[in-house]
Structure formats: C-alpha cells, structure tokens
C-alpha cells in the first residue's frame, strides 16, 4: 500500500526534443527540473510511473543534519535554507518545519558514536548538543525509560513527502518544465558517444544532456550501458497512526523506534532496527564493497532470502532499447511491509511513552532504499558518456537534503558554480566502473 500523496496533472503533451531529460519524478529529479526552468532552461521529466511513487512519497519526513557524515553536512546545511525558502518559491507549504531531532541512547556504548560524531562536526558549527537524561525527561515529557543520554539538534526538521514533491512538481511545471507520467526511459540515444536523446517506451526525445536521477533503478539503467553503480536495496517498514497528542513536537528516534509529528496531526513511526535486506542477485555481486560500513550498522540489518530474490533475477539487466525494459515492467515498487516489525515498534515505542499504548494505525507501507558503500550519493557526470549526470544513492536520507542536491546536480548538468563543493559525491571514489564490478 502507498501513502497517499497531492495528487498533481501532468503534462499529455509528449515533445520531441528539449534541452535535458531527467529520468525520474522523485523528489531529487523534480528540485533538478525546477531549478533548471527558473534558469529559463528547457527541461522535461520521464517518471516511469507516478510522481513521487517510490522513495519520495514513502519516507519519514526527517530533514537531518545529526548523525551526516561530516562530508554530508554542508549539503545538509544548504538544504535547510532552500526548504525554509520553499514554501515562497513553489507557493504552498511542504509542512517544513524546524522542530529539531533527537537520537536516544540506552547504554553509554550507544552513547559513543553520538561522541565521536559532535567532535567530528565542530568545524561546521552545528547547534548540535548531547543531552542528560533529565534534559531528556524535559524535552520530551512523560517518559517512563531510562536513557544513558541523547543527542539533539533544534535546527534539524521535518517536511511533509505528501506535499513536498507534487508543490515542487507544480511549480515546476508552471515555470514551463514538462513531467510525463507512466513514460519509462529505455536507453539514451549517443551520437559520438556523446548523449543525443534518450529512448522511451513512447518514443525518442532528442536532448543535449541528461540526469539521471532514478533512485534505486539508476544502477540498472547504467549497468544496462556497461556502468557500474553501486547501490543496494534495503527496505523499510513505515506506520502513520490516527490524529493523537503526543509527548513532543520534535522527532525521536529510539534504539527500536522512531516518531515525527505529522502536519494532519498523527505520527509516522518506524522500527529503527529493522531494516531489511530482501537479498537480490546484487547483495551478492556488490555486498562486499559494504562489509565495513554494515559492520557497524549490523544490528539494525535484517537479512531475507525470498519472493525478492526471484523477482529480481526475473528482471532483465540487459535489454535493446527497442525491446520492454525493466521500467515498465515494474512501474511503481511496492515491497512487502513488515508487520512484525511495525509491531515492534509500537511495543518498545509504547514502553518509553504509553501515550503511544493508545495509538491507531491509520496506515502502513514500505519503501526500497539506495544505500552506496559509504552512504553518501553519488551526484557527478557519467565520465564514459558525456553529457549524462547521474544523482542517486541517496542511502535513505536524500529527502532531508534533496532541495540542495537536486540543484546541485543542475549546477553540475549546466557548467554554472555548484552549490556546495560535490567532491564527496564524486563517481570514481568507488574505482572501477565495468558493470557487475
Ligand atoms: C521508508 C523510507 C524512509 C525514509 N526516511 C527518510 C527520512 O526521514 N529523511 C530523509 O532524508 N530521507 C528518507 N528516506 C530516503 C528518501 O526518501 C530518498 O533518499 C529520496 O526520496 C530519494 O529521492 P530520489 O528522487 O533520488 O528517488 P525516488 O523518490 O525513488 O525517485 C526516483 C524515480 O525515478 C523513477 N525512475 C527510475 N528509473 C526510471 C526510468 N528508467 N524511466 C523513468 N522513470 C524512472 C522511479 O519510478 C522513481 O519515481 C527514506 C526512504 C524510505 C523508503
């Protein structure tokens, strides 16, 4: 089941040429198109099913800088600004709001990274600050666990995904980009190795450059063209209760839980240790790269060999433009909710604040993440093919800083001065690009 997001009218006109295609009406794909038009830059969007109907409707609303890599927080930082910005640039309000974040340690081991972390952010000057219990207690009253300690940041927010990618869509669309719904892109059409235009399941549009901004299918799409990306799939299960009081406006996040306050009133809670790794032909080819970083986060995987493993390899990795791709095959991903450990949650949520005992499910879903070996994104030209930009691999926190990266990646697509430094997003920190590396 899908959260239900601003239903929003696309375009029916199908062009024939413009100056960039973006694959992909997710959020980041949607910031790109919209900064580009304001740059009075002819830009059409493919979406191979809804705007917004993978990652970007499904997430949690978070709007993060704690706990970033350190390489992240600049991009975090000028994410704030833009989504504070937001509401009077695309005319409605996305539910952005500065109501801080706070991660909670039971033990003081949990407490360690949370340490290490304020030492290795002190240069950004964050508003960052770890807490005491009792300032916890305060914070977010009615409790009733104890906690070795916390880590809090006010400036850190939340927005609402319902609202955020369709009023970035419309205002788009208004400034003159075109957004195709249930139009996969099959390949892209070179001419000298260089981008010409792409292939869709409705036809060639002929461009001069491309971003490829498909979340979790972008590793597909290029590995299809001989290219290398290297993201997996995780996925994670999400509850939306009824309207409720609740203990604090800020957003929580437990060794086994989370909540955020939502705009219509109710929260949106997750299993924070729960993240499951439906195991696909990939794990397998690419899963070493990331031994090291889920080493650390081991406790929170959850490893499944099943129905997704055989799905996957039904999908083709290799295909003729001319020939069905696996884009229109699979039009909006809709992986399988883990109840039990939506259940979970309420059940540890509901043991630190019983205000939660009383809590109504409204709605559940869940949503397949990107995660890169290092967990920041990938936003750099496609070197092999000029003229082709790829921004993805988000690794599960690209909504919070999506108003920067997309304009990052039209920066990068137009020559113009990026907004941030993209070196930490570079493609070769990875080495070699031979796909199925
Ligand atoms: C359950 C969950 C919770 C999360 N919580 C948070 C959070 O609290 N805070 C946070 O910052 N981030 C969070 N995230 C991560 C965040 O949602 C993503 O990082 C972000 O939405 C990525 O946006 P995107 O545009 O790159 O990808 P997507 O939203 O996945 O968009 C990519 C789009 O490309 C389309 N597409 C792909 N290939 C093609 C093709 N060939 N032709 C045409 N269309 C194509 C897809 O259909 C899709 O709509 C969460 C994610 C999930 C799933």
Redo the contacts with the bound molecule.
């Keep these: 089941m899908a959260p239900h997001i601003a239903p929003i009218k696309t375009s029916d006109n199908f062009p024939s040429s413009t100056s960039v295609v973006i694959?992909?009406?997710?959020?980041?794909?949607l910031v790109a198109a919209l900064t580009l038009s304001e740059r009075g830059i002819p830009v059409v969007v493919?979406?191979?099913?809804k705007v917004?109907?993978?990652?970007?409707s499904?997430?949690?609303?978070?709007?993060?800088k704690t706990s970033r890599a350190p390489a992240d927080v600049p991009l975090a930082v000028a994410a704030d600004r833009l989504w504070a910005d937001l509401p009077q640039r695309v005319g409605a309000d996305v539910g952005y709001r500065e109501a801080g974040i706070l991660f909670l340690a039971r033990t003081q081991a949990e407490m360690e990274p949370h340490e290490a972390w304020i030492r290795s952010i002190e240069p950004f000057g964050l508003d960052s600050r770890l807490l005491t219990p009792s300032e916890i207690d305060r914070l977010v009253p009615g409790g009733r666990a104890s906690w070795a300690g916390g880590i809090y940041t006010p400036s850190d927010g939340r927005a609402e995904p319902s609202l955020a990618a369709p009023a970035i869509a419309r205002a788009a669309m208004a400034k003159g980009a075109i957004i195709v719904e249930n139009?996969?892109?099959r390949s892209l059409v070179r001419s000298g190795g260089r981008v010409a235009g792409v292939v869709t399941e409705r036809g060639e549009i002929s461009c001069d450059t491309v971003l490829l901004?498909?979340?979790?299918?972008?590793r597909r799409?290029l590995g299809n063209l001989g290219i290398a990306l290297p993201t997996l799939p995780l996925t994670?299960s999400?509850a939306r209760t009824a309207p409720m009081e609740g203990p604090t406006e800020i957003a929580v996040g437990g060794p086994d839980f989370s909540f955020r306050r939502r705009a219509d009133g109710g929260f949106v809670i997750t299993q924070r240790s729960a993240v499951k790794a439906p195991i696909t032909l990939d794990h397998l080819l690419i899963g070493r790269k990331y031994l090291g970083s889920l080493k650390s986060q081991g406790r929170y995987l959850r490893v499944a060999i099943g129905r997704d493993f055989i799905d996957d390899l039904a999908l083709p990795r290799r295909w003729k433009p001319a020939g069905v791709?696996p884009?229109e095959r699979v039009r909006?991903k809709e992986p399988t909710v883990d109840e039990g450990a939506i259940r979970e949650a309420f059940v540890a949520l509901s043991a630190a604040w019983p205000i939660f005992e009383g809590a109504e499910i409204a709605e559940v879903w869940?949503?397949?993440?990107d995660v890169t070996p290092d967990s920041l994104p990938i936003i750099d030209h496609v070197a092999e093919i000029p003229g082709l930009v790829v921004?993805?691999g988000?690794s599960?926190?690209?909504?919070?800083?999506?108003p920067a990266a997309g304009e990052l990646a039209a920066d990068i697509l137009t020559g113009s001065t990026p907004i941030v430094d993209p070196q930490p997003y570079r493609f070769s920190r990875f080495g070699g690009r031979r796909a199925d590396a």
């Design positions: 694959i992909g009406g997710g959020i980041v794909g493919l979406e191979k099913g917004a109907g993978e990652q970007s499904r997430n949690q609303g978070w709007v993060r139009c996969a892109v901004a498909g979340g979790l299918w972008s799409f994670v999400v791709s884009f909006i869940a949503g397949t993440v921004c993805s988000f599960g926190h690209g909504f919070g800083t999506s």
